[in-house]
């Protein structure tokens, strides 16, 4: 647990983003104000009560920037303490300065566990350790009374830490949840633009046939054409919607061939893959360089879900003249050729390569696995 803290700590700059100030805040300030109020006023045993009213008065404050600025209200709120702790270590117990009310201090470690990034911590912390110290310094009654307010002092730092620990937890479990659901409706877009599209391609071959002959058949499979176009996009829109951010920017560049490098994973999970880029890769049309990373993806991702036994799998990427060579293998099973059923994915690869004037071939290796073997012009050819 304590170490799962510390990473936490360690890997965000600062916990989830909290609002400035919420109302419960303000009524926390009113509250506090009115008991320091009072209690200076009723308590007769107060060393320069108006001293004490004013310090408890004014440290109440700080409180409603914890959330956002925990080491400064930190620095402001213990420096004081400090302040106080070193008059009264210096002058004896008797002079010690100070209102039951402010007891509201331990709520200051406790926001800059729960808010404050790990640089803040780092600082902070020392800072609230000396203040303790001190204190029990100029009114020490006993090593068991010391360590008891010493753990009443730091409690609602370890409290905020779990807490925001479990915070950290539950926010990537949540983010967990959403991209599964989003690589499920990435599927079903795949599956839904696949099967319309197809409608479209048979209706299309079997309108040019009968055209010829029978023109109103033509007609008619263009009408069919349109409408399953129409509920493709729609569908589409749907779908894309659900899976954009709202925080995602609309003009995200594409990926590219550099960012194939992005698909090695040499872990200790089977199988690893391994990406290496030679030749001349520069000068490459966009087209061109967002295609061969969408079939590396598409081909590793097939290879991940479908290539048995594998222990590794190869990209590489070439340059070479006017064109370059993608390659994806395995190290599978080897694949007959009789049980090979080509899907949509493979499908897509060879139509996207196509379109840029290239070519691709998928199919068993020739002793074990499976290969993708891509060749794409340089340039998008004009036409």
Request: hydrophobic letters at 50%.
């Amino acid at each position: 647990m304590i170490s799962s803290v510390v990473r936490s700590l360690r890997d965000e700059p600062r916990a989830a983003a909290p609002p400035t100030r919420v109302w419960w805040d303000w009524a926390l300030v009113a509250f506090l104000l009115l008991t320091a109020a009072l209690e200076g006023i009723f308590r007769t045993d107060v060393p320069w009560r108006p001293v004490a009213i004013v310090l408890a008065v004014a440290l109440v404050f700080p409180l409603l920037w914890r959330r956002t600025h925990p080491l400064a209200v930190v620095a402001v709120v213990f420096g004081a303490v400090i302040v106080l702790n070193l008059v009264t270590l210096i002058n004896g117990p008797d002079t010690s300065v100070g209102l039951n009310t402010m007891i509201y201090v331990v709520l200051v470690p406790y926001a800059l566990l729960r808010w404050g990034s790990g640089r803040e911590v780092m600082i902070g912390l020392p800072i609230i350790v000396v203040a303790g110290l001190l204190g029990i310094a100029s009114d020490f009654n006993g090593f068991g009374e010391a360590a008891a307010g010493f753990v009443f002092l730091m409690f609602p730092a370890v409290l905020g830490a779990l807490v925001r620990f479990w915070t950290t937890a539950r926010t990537r479990e949540i983010d967990q949840v959403r991209l599964r659901e989003r690589e499920q409706l990435a599927r079903e877009l795949h599956d839904t633009v696949a099967h319309h599209v197809s409608a479209m391609v048979v209706r299309a071959q079997a309108g040019r046939v009968m055209a010829p002959s029978d023109p109103e058949a033509a007609i008619d499979a263009l009408r069919v054409i349109e409408e399953e176009g129409s509920r493709t996009l729609a569908e589409m829109r749907t779908m894309v919607g659900a899976l954009r951010d709202r925080d995602d920017a609309d003009l995200t560049p594409q990926n590219g061939v550099s960012d194939i490098k992005r698909l090695a994973r040499n872990v200790d999970d089977q199988p690893r893959v391994q990406v290496g880029l030679t030749g001349d890769l520069d000068g490459l049309g966009p087209a061109v360089g967002a295609a061969a990373y969408r079939i590396a993806q598409e081909s590793v991702t097939n290879a991940l879900r479908h290539a048995r036994n594998a222990t590794w799998i190869d990209v590489h990427v070439a340059g070479d003249g006017d064109a370059i060579r993608l390659t994806v293998r395995d190290d599978g099973d080897q694949v007959h050729p009789s049980s090979v059923n080509a899907g949509y994915g493979v499908v897509g690869m060879t139509e996207r390569a196509a379109l840029l004037g290239g070519t691709l071939e998928a199919g068993p290796g020739p002793d074990h696995g499976w290969v993708v073997d891509a060749l794409l012009p340089r340039a998008r050819p004009t036409r």
